[in-house]
């Protein structure tokens, strides 16, 4: 389809589109490399910006680029309906989506938004980073994981006090999800207090499969890491570089299972009355630590969120319930609010403005319980009082090309109800 992706496009019937969720197959979350058959993944998350945004299905575009794929047990498939040989990489793979990307805009409009969805890390990095300027574009694995988890952080603050300052910060995983989270806090640490984000990034530290990301290490770093090489003695794992920095906030984003061990989670709550814990990996085996785990091995003093569900926990008398920091609860109303003021980029105030509208929506009653995050059952106000905020965020950046500049961003009448 060289050449001809115009073309292809212009096949679709629907003619008005305002959300595009593509993949290439590279890096489907749990399943690795599945090729053309990552298609589910548009499919659902686009359901999920109807159902839980309001975002009309027929304005929904699913598309996966088939370039390959390196799974051998999908090449040796005689049922496998993809492409069936490697993966296209470097000059191919870069003109083919630049092609793609010039044939949306063309096609559908600067308005459109392109949400890239489980690309590999080189290539997810690299696409946000080349089409941020030209197209409006969102990383739903780097910008919208790092939206939820700063509006839990930012909610947190009720239950321990202080800013976000205050605190320091250890993350177990720096691919796409855990320096993008970093580097949306150090952006709202540095809104806070108006220092520069190259001073708040020293509050963050992160932990990847050769240890503690320090400046001795830079020459070796991928390029997204090394903002996070800091000045500090080598450390090989993770329990030592609790011990080693002290931190008051923990969080895993590394795919691997059983990492926050009970060393690891004993020595968060000796050095913290109140340790927060994100185990955020997906799906559940996968997952940093269980809920009871946090809970019965800090002996209650956890506040723990995840990115898989747990059951609430009951641990000395006392019931616990988990928070869950899923995606669903920015990417649906922040692309709401994208269309609703017209938006033609993404800024990082936009980002902000989504977790703090998402922090403001946790009542009392669920800080009572320890909940970081409103009840799920709320999520389509949840997601218009997310979408309201940006498109205000929008108009306050000058970025707002709606024709209906008097909207009021707070009614619901643009989300669809089926």
Partial sequence: ????????????????????????????????????????????KLSLYTALGGVRPSSCLP?????????????????YIGLRHKRAT??????????????????YGEKVLVQFEDFANHNAFELLDKYSSSHLVFNDDIQGTASVVLA???????????????????????????????????????KQTKAPVEETRKKIWLVDSKGLIVSSRQQSLQHFKKPWAHEHEPVKDLLNAVKAIKPTVLIGTSGVGKTFTKEVV?????????????????????????????????????????????DPVEYEGKVFVPGQGNNAYIFPGFGLGLIMSGAIRVRDEMLLAASEALAAQVSQENYDKGLIYPPFTNIRKISANIAASVAAKTYELGEFHCEMCSVQFRQNFLCFCP
């Fill in 1 to 44: 389809f060289r050449g001809k992706i115009l073309e292809v496009l212009k096949n679709w019937p629907e003619k008005t589109i305002q959300v595009i969720v593509v993949t290439d197959g590279e890096r489907i979350l749990g399943l690795g490399d599945l090729g053309c058959q990552g298609m589910g993944i548009p499919v659902g």
């Fill in 63 to 79: 598309i996966t680029i088939d370039v390959g794929t390196n799974n051998e047990k999908l090449l040796n498939d005689e049922f």
């Fill in 90 to 107: 470097g000059k191919e793979y870069a003109e083919l989506l630049e092609e793609f990307m010039h044939a949306v805009k063309q096609n």
């Fill in 152 to 190: 839990g952080l930012l909610a947190s603050l009720k239950l321990i006090g202080g800013t976000l300052a205050d605190h320091t910060f250890l993350f177990l995983g720096a691919g796409e999800a855990g320096t993008g989270i970093a580097e949306l806090i150090a952006l709202e640490i540095s």
């Fill in 266 to 310: 004993e020595a968060m709550a000796s050095l913290n009355k109140k340790p927060l814990i994100f185990a955020l990996s997906n799906p559940t085996s996968q997952s940093e630590c269980t809920a009871e785990e946090a809970y019965t091995w800090s002996k209650g003093k956890a506040i723990f969120a995840s990115g898989s569900p747990f």
